[in-house]
């Protein structure tokens, strides 16, 4: 299992609190769809499948994006 580090958990805390919250969770969404609709597809359809993980790849890039932001912020703040 992954562990979600600290600052990371209130990263995605703090982007919730700021109203991409719901950017998120459509990108999760969006993911699992994806790899569902991967996991459908014949094993000999690469370049479907290739075309899915480029997909699910930029989502990954948004919701780091999203996330490093918030972490950044974090960074600035001492407790």
Same mark, same amino acid.
């Given at each position: ?10 990263? $995605?805390? /703090? %982007?919730?609190?700021? @109203? #991409? ?10 993911? $699992?769809? /994806? %790899?569902?609709?991967? @996991? #459908? ?39």
């Amino acid at each position: 299992m992954i562990k979600v580090s600290d600052k990371r958990k209130r990263a $995605v805390w /703090l %982007a919730f609190e700021n @109203g #991409e919250g719901d950017r998120l969770v459509e990108i999760a969404q969006e993911h $699992v769809k /994806l %790899a569902r609709m991967a @996991g #459908e597809l014949p094993i000999n359809d690469q370049v479907n499948r290739q075309i899915i993980y480029t997909k699910i790849e930029a989502l990954r890039a948004e919701r780091d994006a999203i996330i490093d932001k918030y972490t950044e912020v974090d960074d600035d703040v001492e407790d």
